[in-house]
């Protein structure tokens, strides 16, 4: 899980403490708490008064609430049932209803909150595709999810957030419109993207990661640096800690939906750079030709039939190795 940064930071204690207060809340919500149970509970809160403050906000937020408990309960009894006994034991259902109550009110401010109640409530789904193939997903909000070649996701769609993990890879994500009202998010290793009513393409690198945005906008929030938003027709890369340069987005970087790469005056070094990502062995260019430039619109699906119309264009030849591996040469 990876907290994103918010506008109005507070205090890692305090942080901590008001998780900790929803996580007390939950297990002395079930109605029938051990004397264990109790006197622990009674030990963390006297341990420091920031505990104190966060335990009173709990239950003031609680008070507001109370009209709602009984299809709270209900909303979480139902949950249980969908998850291991391990989180059934760890937050009591009519405590996961109250605490998922009070994370409404909170996670407008403290993100935290929005991680850990979706990892309680969200059922996960993992999707992948191999080199050289392109997966489309439906998701329940009514959006659309593609995974370029070699990219692995994984979906959870919880009562706080509607998350989406970039473990590795590409995706092209077209949002959906969710009557809950959920933020919706994609992480990756170098901070958190938030969408809002969008539509664009991330894709993950060893150091950095690419966003560009075609509809909307998205915000973006490294893990140790500012945010910044990007607006339809912006890209930018971005590490763990800061936003590169804006630049204008290259509208060539979606059309692998549609099983075309697009050569905008490419080199060729970068174009067969791209393509290669869609075969099982390597392609690489002679020093020689790699500043030859390709336009033109090139389906990736039969790679050798790709190669086949750059050699001639160009004037080039190629040459296959005993593992397959291809390199393109002068012609002479």
């Not at 909170?106 to 990892?119: A, E, F, G, M």
């Not at 070649?149 to 919880?158: E, L």
């Given at each position: 899980m990876r907290p994103s940064a918010v506008k109005a930071a507070m205090p890692p204690l305090e942080q901590l403490a008001l998780q900790q207060a929803a996580e007390w809340f939950a297990v002395l919500g079930d109605g029938e708490p051990g004397q264990d149970e109790r006197q622990a509970w009674q030990a963390w809160l006297a341990a420091h008064p920031v505990h104190q403050r966060a335990w009173a906000e709990v239950e003031a937020i609680n008070a507001s609430f109370s009209s709602l408990n009984a299809v709270a309960s209900k909303s979480a009894?139902?949950?249980?049932?969908?998850?291991?006994?391990?989180?059934?034991?760890?937050?009591?259902?009519?405590?996961?209803?109250?605490?998922?109550?009070?994370?409404?009110?909170?996670?407008?401010?403290?993100?935290?909150?929005?991680?850990?109640?979706?990892?309680?409530?969200?059922?996960?789904?993992?999707?992948?595709?191999?080199?050289?193939?392109?997966?489309?997903?439906?998701?329940?909000?009514?959006?659309?999810?593609?995974?370029?070649?070699?990219?692995?996701?994984?979906?959870?769609?919880?009562?706080?957030?509607?998350?989406?993990?970039?473990?590795?890879?590409?995706?092209?994500?077209?949002?959906?419109?969710?009557?809950?009202?959920?933020?919706?998010?994609?992480?990756?290793?170098?901070?958190?993207?938030?969408?809002?009513?969008?539509?664009?393409?991330?894709?993950?690198?060893?150091?950095?990661?690419?966003?560009?945005?075609?509809?909307?906008?998205?915000?973006?929030?490294?893990?140790?640096?500012?945010?910044?938003?990007?607006?339809?027709?912006?890209?930018?890369?971005?590490?763990?800690?800061?936003?590169?340069?804006?630049?204008?987005?290259?509208?060539?970087?979606?059309?692998?939906?549609?099983?075309?790469?697009?050569?905008?005056?490419?080199?060729?070094k970068d174009f067969v750079a791209e393509l290669s990502r869609y075969h099982t062995t390597s392609l690489t260019v002679a020093p020689g030709i790699a500043h030859l430039r390709l336009m033109g619109a090139y389906p990736f699906a039969n790679v050798p039939l790709v190669l086949q119309e750059i050699s001639h264009s160009l004037g080039i030849r190629q040459q296959t190795d005993a593992q397959g591996n291809i390199q393109l040469l002068p012609a002479s």
């Open positions: 009894s139902h949950q249980a049932l969908l998850h291991s006994s391990g989180r059934r034991q760890a937050l009591k259902m009519l405590g996961l209803a109250g605490a998922t109550y009070l994370g409404v009110s909170l996670l407008h401010r403290y993100s935290p909150w929005q991680d850990w109640v979706t990892t309680l409530t969200a059922n996960t789904s993992t999707y992948r595709t191999p080199a050289g193939r392109t997966h489309r997903v439906l998701l329940a909000d009514q959006g659309t999810l593609w995974l370029n070649t070699d990219t692995q996701v994984r979906v959870a769609y919880g009562w706080m957030l509607r998350r989406i993990t970039l473990e590795y890879g590409e995706i092209l994500l077209q949002s959906g419109h969710d009557p809950q009202a959920r933020p919706l998010v994609v992480d990756t290793r170098h901070g958190r993207l938030t969408a809002l009513g969008t539509r664009f393409t991330v894709c993950q690198q060893a150091e950095r990661t690419l966003l560009a945005v075609y509809e909307g906008q998205v915000a973006i929030t490294p893990t140790q640096g500012s945010p910044i938003t990007l607006r339809a027709g912006q890209q930018a890369y971005f590490d763990r800690h800061s936003v590169g340069a804006v630049q204008a987005a290259l509208p060539a970087r979606e059309a692998w939906t549609r099983g075309i790469l697009i050569a905008d005056n490419q080199s060729l």
